[in-house]
């Protein structure tokens, strides 16, 4: 498992570009943040928070959460937007969950970069902190090119697998590969809207 802090003290981080994700931008574009109800709005792994603040200047209530407590240090440091949080934790961790209910989730990059084997564990875990009806948005990064058991992260992900882990819990209201990207992901990433049952 890769080791998050150490990243953030070595500055090893090249999936942080200083700006929010270009799909959360053409999200709120196409839906509005109406979309996310009225707050709180969980960004698990938030990392410097850039999403975490995109979403506050709508008016949100944010938490961010992200293992690496360098990231959440540097995130309080930037200027804040809004009604946003951070905290270091991990949202797949029961402990961390109890109590707390959110009206949306936003992901972005966290379910790629977690063991594969943790992602059911992660749908449980949003499904158990969104009420009925409440919604988990996201831009997945797609890797249906991997083999497998090729090491990561980023690791295997694709549209099929996405659909399997939620449908338990959710039911897709909408998908589609967004036309804003980073340099480099054009064409890699799928932004799915999936509604609590």
Same mark, same amino acid.
């Given at each position: 498992?890769? @080791?998050?802090?150490? %990243?953030?003290?070595? &500055?090893?981080? /090249?999936?942080? $570009?200083?700006?929010?994700?270009?799909?959360?931008?053409?999200?709120?574009?196409?839906?509005?943040?109406?979309?996310?109800? @009225?707050?709180?709005?969980?960004?698990?792994? %938030?990392?410097?928070? $850039? @999403?975490?603040?995109?979403?506050?200047? %709508?008016?949100?209530?944010?938490? &961010? #959460?992200?293992?690496?407590?360098?990231?959440?240090?540097?995130?309080?440091?930037?200027?804040?937007?809004?009604?946003?949080?951070?905290?270091?934790?991990?949202?797949? @961790?029961?402990?961390?969950?109890?109590?707390?209910? !959110?009206?949306?989730?936003?992901? $972005?990059?966290? !379910? %790629?970069?977690?063991?594969?084997?943790?992602?059911?564990?992660?749908?449980?875990?949003?499904?158990?902190? +969104?009420?009925?009806?409440?919604?988990?948005? &996201?831009? !997945?990064?797609?890797?249906?090119?991997?083999?497998?058991?090729?090491?990561?992260?980023? !690791?295997?992900?694709? #549209?099929?697998? +996405?659909?399997?882990?939620?449908?338990?819990?959710?039911?897709?209201?909408?998908?589609?590969?967004?036309?804003?990207?980073? /340099?480099?992901?054009?064409?890699?990433?799928?932004?799915?809207?999936?509604?609590?049952?």
């Amino acid at each position: 498992m890769r @080791d998050w802090e150490k %990243c953030y003290q070595d &500055g090893e981080t /090249p999936w942080d $570009h200083g700006s929010a994700a270009p799909p959360l931008l053409e999200m709120l574009e196409r839906h509005g943040p109406g979309l996310l109800g @009225d707050g709180p709005v969980l960004v698990p792994g %938030c990392g410097l928070g $850039h @999403d975490v603040r995109v979403l506050a200047e %709508c008016g949100l209530p944010v938490v &961010g #959460v992200d293992l690496a407590a360098t990231a959440v240090a540097r995130a309080r440091q930037l200027p804040a937007a809004r009604a946003e949080t951070y905290e270091t934790g991990d949202f797949l @961790d029961p402990a961390w969950r109890q109590g707390r209910s !959110f009206t949306a989730i936003w992901e $972005h990059t966290c !379910f %790629c970069a977690i063991d594969p084997e943790l992602r059911q564990r992660y749908a449980e875990a949003a499904a158990e902190l +969104l009420e009925s009806g409440r919604m988990l948005v &996201g831009v !997945f990064y797609l890797t249906p090119d991997m083999a497998p058991a090729e090491p990561g992260p980023p !690791f295997r992900v694709s #549209v099929a697998e +996405l659909d399997e882990v939620f449908g338990r819990w959710f039911e897709l209201e909408a998908g589609w590969v967004p036309q804003r990207a980073y /340099p480099g992901r054009e064409g890699r990433e799928w932004v799915a809207i999936y509604r609590r049952k």
